[in-house]
């Protein structure tokens, strides 16, 4: 794990923050809604190729849906921010969920067309509701002091970490006693009804405050207070930030298919499960150990740190000569992965005024899946033309080059202080 500058200081727990007033019921009603999102993807999936009876519509649709949903993340968080959780979510999930309904319809026997399934899928996608993001600048309203919003980052990363391991595990249960439409109709009510709960929280303000404007020379956008819109080239702070959470999506959108071909050449292709188990695992007690320590050293170089930690271990994971070899080492990996997102949160949170905080967290949200999805794409091309050591190794290598790019000392600028606002050009 990352080590401070000096010897740790006992820290408030997690309890602190689950203390603050309205944090249990405002989290819970996310995380019930955030089930969704590990739920919807395998159920749609399995519903689209039973109704289709093909592989490759059900990867085209799935892959129409996440392309919409991702890159359009921001363009949703900028709605939050100019109108506020309460005026847009409600009728956000309220379409996403009704147009998983449609799909679940058309998926409940075979015979549905593909295109229309896949124009419903970039529907659902377009509509899909960050409630990742709304959560955590509800985070940053509802724990301002920043030791504090560390724990509650890291708290929301590890638990959002176990609803994309447990999502999957309900899905199972569902197909197992009915059909995945069933699952896709469930996905559908949980992120209405968390949504809903959601924005019923008093910690969501019933008025949304309108935004000031941003000082003269301010790095972030010189639009208009009614409609804040968060101009990323413009904030080096999140620019850097939002490269090497890209870079970390890349290195684990490539691990996923590495461990499916290290498997399968050793011809334990059943065992990857327990891989990426420990992935998740590694990931999970990374977060908390993170979120529980008082740390000395600026975001930036935490963030710097954690990337290159998890890009070395994904190196020496290629190195591997048994598959409990490669357990342990990717657990180490996932160490830093929590870490990563949870720094990386909290800069975007520093690096811009309250009226642009979601955009700035969607942003993140938006590299990570991005690189995730270009990393599974890229090193496919690569697998079984290579050696898989070589793999490893290049799908190491975008984590380890942003860190190196953030290291290189920067002329006329000082990087921030402890847990301040990152500085660069």
């Known amino acids: 794990m990352l080590t401070s500058s000096s010897a740790p200081s006992r820290a408030p727990s997690y309890a602190t923050v689950l203390r603050t007033p309205h944090a249990v019921r405002t989290f819970g009603a996310a995380l019930l809604g955030r089930l969704s999102y590990g739920v919807v993807p395998l159920a749609l999936l399995l519903a689209i190729k039973d109704a289709t009876g093909s592989y490759s519509v059900a990867g085209g649709a799935m892959a129409l849906f996440g392309a919409a949903s991702v ?182 959108g490539a691990l996923e298919l590495l461990v499916v071909a290290f498997t399968e050449q050793r011809g334990q292709a059943a065992a990857v499960s327990w891989v990426l188990a420990a992935l998740s695992a590694g990931s999970a007690v990374g977060g908390l150990a993170y979120g529980a320590v008082r740390w000395k050293l600026s975001s930036r170089v935490r963030l710097v740190v954690a990337a290159a930690g998890m890009g070395a271990a994904l190196m020496a994971a290629g190195l591997s000569p048994r598959l409990y070899v490669l357990v342990a080492v990717v657990a180490v990996a996932g ?48 697998v079984g033309r290579l ?23 920067r002329s006329g600028r000082a990087g921030a202080g402890a847990g301040g606002r990152v500085s660069g050009a």
């Open 71 to 252: 890159f359009l993340s921001p363009a949703r968080a900028a709605l939050i921010d100019r109108y506020g959780p309460r005026r847009v979510l409600p009728p956000m999930a309220g379409l996403y969920a009704a147009v998983l309904g449609v799909l679940a319809l058309a998926t409940w026997r075979p015979g549905a067309p593909p295109l229309a399934l896949g124009a419903l899928a970039v529907a659902a996608g377009v509509c899909t509701p960050p409630l990742g993001p709304v959560m955590r600048t509800l985070w940053s309203a509802l724990v301002p002091d920043r030791e504090l919003l560390q724990r509650a980052y890291s708290l929301d990363g590890v638990a959002e970490e176990l609803l994309y391991v447990s999502g999957p595990l309900l899905v199972g249960l569902i197909v197992r006693a009915g059909r995945p439409a069933a699952g896709v109709l469930a996905g559908a009510l949980l992120v209405f009804v968390g949504a809903l709960a959601l924005v019923s929280s008093p910690a969501v303000p019933r008025e949304h405050a309108r935004p000031e404007p941003p000082p003269a020379g301010s790095t972030g956008s010189t639009d208009a207070p009614a409609a804040p819109r968060l101009r990323l080239f413009g904030i080096p702070a999140l620019r850097h930030t939002v490269l090497v959470t890209a870079a970390v999506g890349l290195c684990l």
């Open 387 to 409: 050696p898989l050591a070589l793999c490893f190794a290049l799908a190491a290598a975008p984590a380890l080059l942003c860190a190196a790019a953030l290291v290189r000392p």
């Open 335 to 382: 160490l830093f992965v929590a870490p990563v997102l949870t720094t990386a949160y909290l800069i975007a949170d520093e690096s811009v005024d309250a009226a642009r905080r979601t955009q700035a967290g969607a942003w993140v949200n938006t590299a990570f899946n991005a690189g995730a999805s270009g990393g599974t794409a890229a090193v496919g091309l690569l």
